[in-house]
């Protein structure tokens, strides 16, 4: 099976801090880029922070000095450390993996499920 499971969404209040972690599943041998995007309720899917297997990353504006993303290239994980939240911050957040090599061939793009981050007031 070839997923990427993401974890670590939850309610925080204003100001607080969540990480984000996206597990790529053992079938998956190697993944060019990974990163999180995110969606609020009535709004388009907008970037987060992406991160390469060399370790290069680039963010949104939003995100640029709030957030930190990571990478584990031995365990093909990618976390997304969040601080100072905000209640704009609230969305359904997903990770994706983009040139993914796993045992029985290549995904160009690969999706996980969201995991739902909500900023109290």
């Known amino acids: 099976q070839v997923e990427l499971v993401a974890s670590g969404g939850g309610l925080v209040q204003a100001g607080g801090s969540l990480r984000l972690s996206c597990v790529a599943s053992?079938?998956?041998?190697?993944?060019?880029?990974m990163g999180w995007f995110r969606q609020a309720p009535g709004k388009q899917r907008e970037l987060v922070a992406t991160i390469t297997s060399g370790g290069s990353a680039t963010y949104s504006d939003f995100a640029k000095d709030r957030f930190t993303i990571s990478r584990d290239g031995a365990k093909n994980t990618v976390y997304l450390q969040m601080n100072n939240l905000k209640p704009e911050d609230t969305a359904v957040h997903y990770c994706?993996?983009?040139?993914?090599?796993?045992?029985?061939?290549?995904?160009?793009?690969?999706w996980g499920q969201g995991t739902q981050v909500t900023v109290s007031s």
């Open positions: 053992a079938s998956i041998s190697s993944i060019n880029r």
């Open positions: 994706y993996a983009e040139g993914v090599t796993y045992s029985g061939g290549f995904y160009s793009t690969l």
